[in-house]
């Protein structure tokens, strides 16, 4: 392999683990606020997120160069377009967390039962940052047993989300129906939660592509 | 990024073929370049401009100029000899004295006044070898016949000789056209790093070649030159129709 | 060849192999036929001329004194005068001289028999008077007739005298002649070579040159020959039948082959050499003598030893400067009469004694031998310098 390649090729590694680190630390402040009641922790964590389209776009083009100039076959390609389908991974586990942030902080009304909420949403979150970080950690991996046993994790924790989410929503529906005035709140808190759950099966999809770029197989949508 | 070769209205005839049409250039120094183009687009001919070996073909006629530090190299007071010293040569063919390795790397640098017989001489085929990275493998066969190495090794022999004399600018006339895939990775690998130290400027009907390792490429297509500019802008975005139908594979 | 389930079967395959196979054979039959001309050759020759490896002598009592240094034929017995070589008996004053101990003494020596003698012994045509041929009969019955090595060919110029005959005046002459030719031709037909490949350019005129060196290698080597008279002798005022002058008129016959030779190993030399030595800012002169003559070298070797076999064998030109003259003794400059072998040999040929017959098919063998050996010379040095490269 020439220098230059290998070059490029941690650059784009590289960029697209900061890139990822952003989504959970991200998510991680969200919690944080949560957990501290720190409404201020929320606009940090939007802020984490501003750049992220702009990363994304340089991602690519450094992509493209590489795939131009280089013409890279077997592991490096697909390492190459894996990444290519990552970063718009990444950018949209982004945009669900902005998303949920918006939603979970308009929903602030004393009358809602966030004890309850609580008990299942700090659950889901965690499962969720525990699903996106261990995708991103697989980007810097190489050790193929370490690769699938962080596989699985994700998946682990991508189910557990799905899971949680469904009793979420069971116990949030109820609730619903006995407080209609409430129904507004509630269900805000249900779509941010929602996209909790989505940035857990972007996580998964992440994983997934990793593992198509380390191991090989076919490519295809999780 | 500072010019090195600046090439100005230069043309070129084989007996009535206009070979060479206005061709305009400035070649970067410390830098790759790559002459890409069809069978026949002129681009080993320009090359052979550069060190005037043209001169030695009976038909050819060159006009124009081809500016190297300051000095057009075909003024009738530059004797074409000391152009080649500067300007350094490596065939497609491998083709290695058939004299023993240190004697290949040693006959011109004693020739040139460079360096005399002796220690001096050793030190200066050792250098060469180092840079054109055969060293290791020939150290202890140096009296060996440079014809008894393997195509790769050959060719980076071939290097090893025209660094010995110290060149600026080093031109490869489709270097690793003749050689095994890993060979021709391992000469890549050494144009990377000679470009800090020479100008290089190779052609290569191997577009992936040009890709790869050169920083700037020129497109040649019937002694035109289409299109001149960083290697990216022309694989991703070029500008003429004609490159990116030869890029594609679309003709040639 | 089955029809069946063979996807390999081809129908026109047998009729392409039987013309193979007749073509083969009448090439064979080619080749058996022109071996067969060269083996006859050599079986007459080696049939006729073996027996001049050897020489009759007699065994007889050969007197030593004043009287028979004088007038030679008087030291042996009246009767075998017609026995022993006249040519011998003269030498007996020289052996007294040598060996003064013989003065006036008689002793039982091997004497050289008279050629006709030694046709006898050796069952050719003889002339032998019958008397001479019976007391020839009772020396042998007394063991006194012997066939003993020839030395004397080897050791003696031409002679009218059958039985002293030898080469060695020939081939002397020959060794003479052929190191001026080879002196002469070689380096004006390397440097020529060198000029018209390397640095001439390829213009009318050097093409037209091109031609005329071609046509020179094909002229009848006997106007060469007049060329020399002309030029050597007649302007020069060299001295004839040398040679100097032989020598001078087959370098001249010899060159345009050299030059065609050296041309062609020097256009076997990949042009890619040249430009690799171009290439490193080295002038013309360095790249031709440095780099492509050492690889031209085999050929050129080759192509000279050949044409100078070649020469070795030319009798036409050398007859018309007056090589072919009775030369006895051995010339010791290349200033003096000499003669070549092949001339020798067309001199024997025509002598009328038989015992001429047996020396001329040896000194065939002889120039073969020379001719052999020279071009062994040539096939070695091409492949002692063709591994280096």
């Known amino acids: 392999m020439l220098k230059t390649f290998e070059r490029m090729s941690e650059t784009i590694k590289d960029e697209v683990y900061i890139m990822g680190q952003k989504v959970v630390v991200a998510n991680e402040l969200s919690l944080e606020a949560i957990t501290s009641k720190n409404v201020k922790l929320f606009s940090k964590a939007k802020n984490e997120?501003?750049?992220?389209?702009?990363?994304?776009?340089?991602?690519?083009?450094?992509?493209?160069?590489?795939?131009?100039?280089?013409?890279?076959?077997?592991?490096?390609?697909?390492?190459?377009?894996?990444?290519?389908?990552?970063?718009?991974?990444?950018?949209?586990?982004?945009?669900?967390?902005?998303?949920?942030?918006?939603?979970?902080?308009?929903?602030?009304?004393?009358?809602?039962?966030?004890?309850?909420?609580?008990?299942?949403?700090?659950?889901?979150?965690?499962?969720?940052?525990e699903a996106i970080k261990t995708s991103i950690e697989l980007v810097k991996m190489y050790d193929t047993q370490e690769i699938e046993f962080s596989f699985q994790k994700v998946l682990v924790e991508e189910n557990k989300t799905d899971d949680l989410y469904a009793m979420i929503e069971k116990a949030l529906l109820k609730k619903l129906s006995s407080k209609v005035e409430l129904s507004k709140y509630y269900l805000d808190i249900l779509s941010s939660l929602r996209r909790l759950e989505k940035v857990a099966d972007r996580a998964a999809s992440i994983a997934n592509l990793l593992v198509f770029a380390h191991l090989g197989g076919e490519l295809h949508q999780a | 990024m500072k010019t090195k070769i600046n090439v100005e209205d230069l043309n070129l005839w084989y007996g009535s073929k206009h070979a060479l049409q206005n061709i305009n250039i400035k070649l970067n120094k410390n830098k790759i370049t790559a002459l890409i183009g069809p069978s026949g687009c002129g681009k080993s001919t320009f090359l052979r401009c550069i060190n005037r070996m043209n001169d030695l073909i009976t038909a050819a006629k060159v006009e124009g100029k081809i500016v190297i530090d300051g000095k057009n190299i075909y003024d009738k007071d530059v004797d074409e000899v000391s152009v080649r010293k500067r300007v350094g040569m490596v065939f497609q063919q491998p083709n290695p004295f058939p004299k023993s390795i240190y004697e290949n790397i040693a006959y011109a640098p004693i020739k040139h006044g460079l360096v005399n017989k002796g220690k001096a001489c050793d030190k200066l085929v050792e250098k060469s070898l180092i840079s054109a990275g055969l060293w290791d493998e020939v150290k202890d066969i140096l009296h060996n016949p440079g014809t008894s190495l393997s195509g790769g090794q050959q060719q980076r022999l071939c290097i090893a000789r025209t660094i010995a004399v110290e060149p600026d600018v080093i031109l490869m006339d489709e270097p690793t056209s003749a050689l095994d895939p890993i060979s021709t990775e391992k000469i890549e690998a050494l144009m990377l790093e000679l470009k800090k130290k020479y100008t290089i400027v190779i052609v290569t009907h191997n577009m992936q070649q040009a890709a790869r390792v050169a920083d700037y490429t020129a497109f040649f297509h019937m002694g035109d030159l289409i299109e001149y500019d960083e290697t990216e802008t022309i694989f991703v975005n070029p500008k003429e129709k004609k490159t990116e139908d030869y890029i594609t594979g679309r003709f040639g | 060849m089955k029809k069946t389930n063979n996807p390999f079967y081809d129908a026109s395959l047998k009729k392409r192999h039987q013309a193979a196979r007749r073509f083969k054979i009448f090439a064979l039959s080619s080749l058996i036929t022109a071996i067969s001309f060269l083996v006859f050759f050599l079986f007459d020759m080696i049939g006729k001329g073996l027996p001049a490896l050897q020489q009759t002598y007699v065994q007889v009592e050969v007197t030593y004194n004043d009287q028979t240094i004088k007038s030679s034929r008087k030291a042996i017995d009246k009767k075998l005068r017609k026995i022993v070589s006249r040519a011998w008996l003269r030498g007996i004053k020289k052996e007294v001289q040598n060996n003064p101990q013989l003065m006036n003494t008689t002793k039982l020596v091997w004497a050289l028999a008279d050629d006709q003698v030694d046709q006898y012994i050796k069952g050719h045509h003889y002339k032998l008077k019958n008397k001479d041929r019976l007391i020839v009969d009772e020396l042998n019955r007394l063991n006194q007739v012997e066939l003993q090595f020839n030395s004397i060919f080897f050791n003696n110029g031409d002679s009218k005298i059958p039985e002293f005959a030898g080469i060695k005046s020939a081939l002397i002459g020959s060794i003479l002649t052929l190191l001026v030719t080879m002196l002469v031709s070689f380096p004006i037909g390397v440097m020529t070579a060198i000029y018209l490949e390397e640095f001439a350019d390829d213009n009318k005129f050097t093409q037209m040159i091109e031609v005329n060196i071609n046509n020179l290698a094909a002229i009848p080597s006997i106007l060469f020959g007049l060329l020399g008279l002309a030029i050597f002798i007649n302007l020069f005022g060299l001295p004839r039948s040398s040679p100097l002058v032989g020598g001078l008129t087959l370098a001249l016959m010899t060159l345009p082959i050299i030059i065609v030779t050296t041309r062609a190993a020097l256009r076997g030399v990949p042009d890619t050499i040249r430009q690799a030595g171009y290439g490193l800012g080295l002038t013309k002169i360095q790249v031709v003598r440095d780099h492509v003559l050492p690889l031209a070298f085999p050929g050129i070797m080759t192509g000279s030893i050949i044409g100078l076999a070649q020469a070795m064998g030319e009798t036409a030109p050398l007859i018309i400067v007056g090589m072919i003259a009775f030369i006895p003794d051995s010339p010791s400059s290349i200033t003096q009469a000499a003669t070549v072998m092949p001339a020798q040999i067309f001199t024997w040929a025509g002598m009328p004694e038989r015992a001429y017959i047996e020396k001329t098919a040896m000194g065939i063998l002889v120039l073969l031998s020379v001719l052999i050996s020279l071009n062994t010379i040539a096939v070695y040095l091409r492949k002692k310098f063709e591994t280096k490269w």
């Open chain 1, 49 to 129: 997120l501003n750049n992220i389209s702009h990363m994304s776009n340089k991602i690519d083009n450094l992509i493209l160069r590489a795939l131009a100039l280089h013409q890279p076959e077997a592991k490096d390609l697909r390492q190459m377009v894996s990444y290519l389908k990552i970063t718009n991974e990444i950018v949209r586990a982004g945009t669900n967390t902005k998303s949920f942030i918006k939603n979970f902080s308009k929903s602030f009304h004393k009358e809602v039962d966030f004890d309850t909420i609580f008990e299942f949403s700090i659950p889901l979150q965690k499962s969720s940052i």
